[in-house]
């Protein structure tokens, strides 16, 4: 199990049209190969008078298994570029699909991988990418005159704000890397003079929304010629 990974925000789809065609890229989580095939299925099932269905995805830890399939593209001007894509963006577990419905004007073999390659760069701005961490929840329960200071704090920090609860204390839920949980707790200790308790939960994966930015331009001066 990954401390850490990248994966899609969430499942979704985005359009572009290029010379007339039309290009949707879904793309979906997945766990494990099988989820990947029956996700791609599904795909084709929907669009099944679309030209093509290409696809492509990472399964693993490490992307131990990638696939990439062309479905009638030219050879390599379709899967690998879409495969690549995902891989510069360094995802896991995830798998896309992009569906052509031919529009009259052939791209060519270079217009074919850069139309492949920016529509699932236009999907993933679009949907968004997260940072996956394995943290330990850890509540932090404080008085009511003691809670606007420990959220001011805690919004000032690195850690993820999970979950604020009012019972007859304030409890704030904060995402934790396991290896930080006693240093974090000592710390937050020492800044509430001691007016703090808390208790931990299991470790889970807590998500955070990473900005695209980096990759936005990567096809925006890619022209596709006849």
């Known amino acids: 199990m990954l401390d850490s990974y ?7 789809q985005e359009v572009i049209v290029i010379r007339g065609s039309r290009f ?34 990472l399964i693993g830890d490490t992307d ?17 570029p879409m495969l690549e894509v995902l891989k510069k963006n360094e995802l896991h ?12 004007t052939k791209l060519g073999a270079g217009g074919l991988i850069r139309a492949y390659s920016k529509s699932v760069s236009t999907a993933l701005r679009s949907i968004g990418i997260v940072e996956r961490s394995l943290q330990l929840p850890i509540a932090c329960r404080v008085s009511y005159s003691a ?7 805690l919004l000032q ?9 009012y019972t007859d204390t304030v409890t704030f839920s904060v995402g934790v890397p396991t290896p930080q949980a006693e ?26 929304l990473l900005s695209n930015k980096d990759e936005e331009d990567d096809f925006e001066d890619e022209e596709f010629d006849d």
């Not at 131990?64 to 690998?80: F, N």
């Not at 577990?93 to 009259?104: D, E, I, L, Q, S």
């Not at 000592?186 to 703090?196: A, C, D, P, Q, W």
């Open 24 to 57: 949707i890229c879904t793309i979906e989580r997945v766990q494990t190969e099988e989820e990947a095939k029956d996700f791609i299925q599904r795909i084709k099932k929907e669009h099944w008078k679309a030209t093509h269905n290409c696809s492509a995805y």
């Open 183 to 208: 240093e974090f707790q000592s710390e937050y200790i020492n800044f509430m003079n001691g007016n703090i308790s808390f208790s931990i939960g299991e470790e889970q994966y807590v998500e955070r």
């Open 64 to 80: 131990e298994i990638q696939r990439a399939h062309d479905d009638g593209e030219p050879s390599g001007t379709a899967g690998v």
């Open 6 to 12: 990248k994966t899609i925000a969430e499942h979704g």
């Open 157 to 165: 920090s690195a850690y993820a704000l999970l979950d604020t609860s």
């Open 147 to 153: 809670s606007g200071k420990l959220e001011n704090q």
């Open 93 to 104: 577990y995830v798998a896309a699909v992009v569906t052509r419905y031919f529009g009259g």
